[in-house]
């Protein structure tokens, strides 16, 4: 697996990461807690340093399956986990970014991972009730501490980037970005450029769709998120066919599949842009990877570019109650 560092931070990880948030969490049936510990070890012996998890995640208990799961790869493996909410009945009820407040999900997510240090820390959603200030300086202060060594922020706009880094450099960014996404290249592309922070694109396959094993007429049980979300509705998916039908002409061009030109399209945008897929399944992870060795010319990118500027995305990234959550 090729590396790459997270902007000027020097933390070097593999080119592509594992998001972990579906192996239990958000997407349907939850996983087997045996499998879930399968696929996160297959992905450490096929080249994947870079896992991502979250409290919100279960909540706690995603934390508690990568720490069972990586605790004999510890020296081989970068884990990010998030703060940010509070919870009630199992269930995110907020934001919270209080110093206290994170310094006590900090110590939960250090017992739950089974670890002395998290790598990465972001903000899962900016607190607009605690000054950016004063969440970049507490983990400031937890760094010093050796409790964390790199600090990063999720879904943040521009200028809360900047008002952060001002007072503990951000290691990266993590935000939806893909080819059905791309309102990060307006201004937080721009600015992550400018200030050396590395990008980390969640969702970089659209939720699935964007691999083209979603159809038209697809329905989605109760508990995936997506049953919910407007780009998955019946006219909007309909809609959205495009996007899949351009990458499948493309997959055909270069011998390869859906995922790994959407992956391999993320991956050429940047050197320090280091794309988070998550699966539940080993096939998929392998497929994924192999988007690394895809190479796209000059001229594939201009033509992928001209092609999806032509197509119109239907539908908001998420419902309107977590589109308020975000800054991008």
């Known amino acids: 697996m090729k590396k790459r560092k997270l902007g000027n931070s020097g933390l070097e990880v593999s080119a592509l ?6 192996l239990n969490f958000s997407y349907g049936q939850p996983m087997e807690k045996k499998d879930a510990i399968a696929l996160l070890r297959a992905a450490v012996e096929k080249g994947v340093t870079f896992f991502d998890t979250a409290e919100a995640y279960g909540p706690y208990t995603n934390e508690e399956i990568l720490g069972e799961a990586l605790a004999p790869l510890r020296n081989e493996v970068v884990i990010a986990t998030k703060f940010g909410f509070d919870f009630k009945d199992g269930k995110i009820a907020g934001v919270n970014s209080q110093p206290v407040h994170i310094r006590q999900v900090v110590e939960a997510s250090l017992k739950r991972l089974n670890i002395e240090t998290i790598d990465l820390l ?3 959603r900016v607190d607009p009730n605690t000054p950016i200030e004063d969440v970049a300086g507490t983990v400031k202060e937890l760094i010093a501490e050796g409790k ?14 900047r008002k952060a880094h001002a007072v503990q450099p951000v290691t990266a960014l993590q935000s939806e970005y893909s080819l059905w996404t ?31 094993a979603i159809s038209a007429d697809a329905k989605f049980e109760s508990h995936d998120f997506r049953a919910n979300n ?5 006219d909007a998916l309909k809609a959205n066919q495009a996007l899949v039908a351009l990458l499948d002409q493309f997959a055909k061009e270069k011998g390869t599949t859906n995922a790994q030109i959407a992956l391999a399209w993320l991956l050429a945008q940047k050197p320090w842009i280091v794309p988070i897929p998550g699966t539940t399944k080993l096939s998929r992870l392998e497929e994924n990877i192999g988007a690394v060795n895809v190479e796209l010319t000059a001229e594939d990118l201009q033509k992928i570019n001209d092609a999806a500027s032509k197509i119109q995305i239907e539908g908001k990234r998420y419902p309107e109650a977590m589109e308020k959550m ?3």
Do not use: D, N, W
């Open 326 to 328: 975000t800054g991008v």
């Open 182 to 212: 791309r309102k990060p290249e307006e201004t937080i592309i721009p600015t992550l450029e400018e200030l050396g922070i590395g990008f980390v694109p969640f969702s970089p396959l659209g939720r699935g769709f964007l691999t083209g």
């Open 230 to 234: 407007p780009r998955f509705q019946p």
């Open 148 to 161: 964390v060594k790199h600090f990063g922020m999720s879904e943040a706009g521009a200028q809360t980037i």
């Open 17 to 22: 990461g594992l998001g972990c948030m579906g």
């Open 122 to 124: 972001y903000q899962h």
